[in-house]
């Protein structure tokens, strides 16, 4: 026999004899293969295939949907989405809203902040922070509250740092700041209290040799004009922030933002942010389930009707239908006289509900600018842009800033609906129109709106200008200095180190708009780059990546920021 038939006879007999020995017959078994059990495709928050690092999505630049612009100038956060320009009767609530966001209501006071919105939120941007320690905060704010974060029995929960004496046409005179123990008798009437900002230097270095200098602020108050403020008093400095987007970040569904928290962080990657649980004053009657805040500093008002109604009240010194007392507090006997003064009658408020409407729909309509660094007509962004992005995410930035959200019905106001003849109220029947151009949009405004916690610590002392410890009189100042971010306020569910995630939309355009303005919620960073350092707590580790990468990959990184 052949060696090769030998070869394939032995083979075979090997084979059978195991077939044989396993209880096998002649015929060989075949095995059908079992098919694989089907997998829900995965989907983010937003019920969209997850962002992807690698791949920029064709709508990118389109940061706010329908209702982007493409203004990129000193006007860039104040134009109107095109779907509005349009609309003969939108475009005129626009214009109309428009207005009285510019101009000072007839009863403003008799405390405040500012005499119009736009007089905090200039040209619809961020406010600034005073040039010196004698130049008052006009754009910016103080709030108040001791450890347990109750308010100040005599100055509420924010310093008004004039009286309406002060202010002719909004702007504010030197006759309104407060005076040292100045409205005590309950006659004369003088701003709160004149709070300032001075700021130590902070230098430190990169890990290539790279040097840095950072402004880290100190808190100071002085001329109480109704007495001292109560123990274990802590202070918020707060610059306004810009107007735009904020009808699109109403429209995010609840569920979608709930779908990120992440309070245990089941995750690992040491961001465990928190939904804000507020109460909506429009709520059904008899129902006292709280929604989620998405507006403010610390996510404390759930709707852009809320938001604008708390800045009236607590830093223009106007009432209304939400809010319908003035801000004076029971104790304040110099500002419940001048408010019994202004010239309305009964229960009659300050700003009706016409008028708070079209300032809301203002507000909500508000165009966000597109993004730069890209090119529509042949599809390519900028090699920088593009390499910034994928560092951005890799560092996970993200975690905090949700590049993309998908908005639902951007349901009409709640106070009713707007006509060319005035507002007709809700009914059980019949509410407001939806606003389309806020509807069904995917959008990128780079927030979860959600608190995280970014560190820090703050400590309140009494102290002359000399820096001598000191308890009582007019030389007598309160400081606060404060280690990272934290400002010692609790306000809600956010604890005196936790923040609501801002939205990066129209960030590289902050100083386009208003040449003065900074960044962070008390303007202490003077470029994106410093705010990037302030991070910490839950952001450590993102911001010792950027820390780490090379000067190029941090320019990089920069680059994209400002492409926002």
């Known amino acids: 026999m052949h060696k090769s038939a030998v070869v394939i006879f032995l083979s075979l007999f090997l084979l059978s004899s195991v077939l044989s020995g396993c209880g096998g017959s002649d015929a060989v078994e075949t095995v059908t293969p079992t098919p694989p059990t089907p997998t829900e495709p995965v989907l983010d928050h937003s019920g969209l295939t997850p962002f992807n690092i690698d791949v920029i999505d064709k709508s990118e630049y389109l940061s706010g949907g329908e209702a982007t612009t493409f203004v990129s100038n000193k006007n860039a956060f104040s134009r109107k989405p095109a779907a509005i320009i349009g609309d003969f009767q939108l475009d005129g609530f626009f214009t109309q809203g428009d207005h009285l966001f510019r101009t000072p209501d007839d009863d403003i006071g008799p405390i405040l902040s500012t005499g119009s919105c736009q007089g905090c939120h200039l040209n619809d941007g961020r406010g600034v922070v005073p040039g010196t320690p004698t130049t008052p905060m006009s754009s910016m704010l103080v709030k108040l509250a001791n450890g347990k974060g109750e308010a100040d029995p005599i100055y509420g929960d924010q310093i008004q740092p004039f009286s309406i004496h002060g202010f002719i046409d909004g702007n504010a005179l030197s006759a309104g700041f407060s005076k040292h123990d100045g409205s005590v008798s309950g006659v004369q009437l003088y701003g709160e209290a004149f709070p300032f900002i001075v700021f130590e230097t902070i230098t430190g270095s990169y890990p290539d040799g790279s040097a840095y200098a950072l402004r880290n602020p100190v808190y100071k108050v002085r001329d109480l004009s109704y007495g001292a403020f109560m123990e274990d008093i802590r202070f918020s400095a707060r610059v306004a922030p810009q107007a735009f987007g904020v009808g699109l970040l109403d429209a995010i569904p609840q569920e979608n933002l709930l779908a990120l928290v992440d309070e245990n962080d089941a995750n690992g990657d040491g961001i465990s942010g928190r939904a804000s649980m507020v109460t909506n004053v429009f709520a059904t009657k008899g129902n006292d389930e709280k929604v989620i805040g998405r507006f403010a500093y610390k996510a404390q008002n759930p709707t852009v009707l809320q938001q604008v109604a708390g800045a009236y009240n607590g830093d223009m010194g106007v009432s209304t239908s939400i809010i319908a007392s003035e801000p ?19 229960d009659e408020v300050d700003l009706g509900d016409h008028s708070l409407a079209l300032v809301e729909f203002y507000n909500r309509v508000l165009a966000v600018p597109a993004r730069r660094g890209y090119d529509k007509d042949s599809d390519i962004w900028t090699e920088e842009v593009t390499a910034g992005r994928k560092l951005f995410l890799q560092a996970n930035c993200s975690g905090c800033h949700t590049p993309r959200h998908v908005t639902g019905d951007a349901k009409g106001s709640e106070l009713g609906e ?17 606003i389309a151009v806020l509807s069904n949009q995917t ?83 003077r470029t994106i780059e410093e705010a990037v350092l302030w991070h910490d707590g839950e952001a450590k580790d993102s911001k010792e990546t950027f820390m780490n990468y090379s000067k190029a990959e941090r320019e990089q990184l920069l680059a994209f920021l400002q492409s926002l």
């Not at 006997?333 to 408010?339: G, H, M, Q, V, Y």
């Not at 707007?418 to 939806?434: K, P, R, V, Y």
């Not at 405004?445 to 007019?474: F, K, Q």
């Not at 010692?488 to 708009?513: H, N």
Request: net charge negative; with cysteine; hydrophobic share 35%.
């Open 418 to 434: 707007l006509s060319l003849g005035g507002l007709t109220a809700n009914t059980d029947s019949q509410h407001a129109q939806s």
């Open 328 to 346: 004076c507090l029971d104790t304040q006997l110099a500002c419940l006289l001048a408010a019994e003064q202004e010239n309305k009658t009964g």
């Open 443 to 525: 959008i990128y405004p780079y927030t979860d709106l959600l608190l995280h916690d970014m560190g820090g610590s703050c400590v309140v002392t009494r102290e002359t200008t000399d820096g001598l410890s000191c308890s009582t009189g007019a030389e007598c100042l309160y400081v606060q200095r404060c280690e990272g971010l934290a400002d010692g306020v609790i306000q809600g569910d956010a604890s005196g180190t936790e923040w609501k995630t801002p939205a990066l939309w129209g960030l590289g355009l902050v100083q386009t708009v208003n040449k003065d303005a900074s960044f962070l919620h008390d303007g202490r960073a």
